[in-house]
């Protein structure tokens, strides 16, 4: 497995909870795309994992949904601790290292 593939499951992972968020306050794709003045099919596409998301729109999204950033990447830790054991110990710090972790730490931290 590599970073790139980590990745992509990460996106996914993070478009699920949206998903799963938007579900259960009963909005539409199509009303959550229109409150973040983007397409319906871009909003699709980062529910499906398709478009990565950067932080400002997840932000955005955590906004209209009004719910904690962080509750969308809660869990993503655990679970790439889980996928990156199949790598070597060097794809763990390759990661650790990327802009896009250092760029969600930072984000998290101001939570």
């Not at 478009?51 to 949904?65: C, D, G, P, W």
């Not at 904690?68 to 790598?87: A, G, H, R, Y």
């Not at 794809?91 to 939570?111: G, P």
Request: proline share 2%; net charge positive; charged share 25%.
């Amino acid at each position: 497995m590599s970073i790139r593939n980590d990745s992509n499951r990460i996106h996914y992972y993070i478009g699920q909870r949206i998903l799963r968020k938007r579900k259960e306050l009963g909005y539409t794709g199509s009303q959550l795309a229109k409150l973040l003045n983007i397409s319906q099919q871009q909003f699709s596409r980062y529910e499906r994992g398709k478009n990565r998301i950067n932080l400002l729109s997840l932000f955005k999204i955590a906004v209209a949904l009004k719910t904690p950033m962080n509750w969308f990447i809660e869990d993503i830790s655990n679970q790439l601790d889980t996928i990156l054991e199949e790598e070597p110990i060097n794809a763990k710090y390759n990661f650790i290292q990327s802009y896009d972790s250092v760029q969600l730490a930072n984000e998290t931290k101001r939570l």
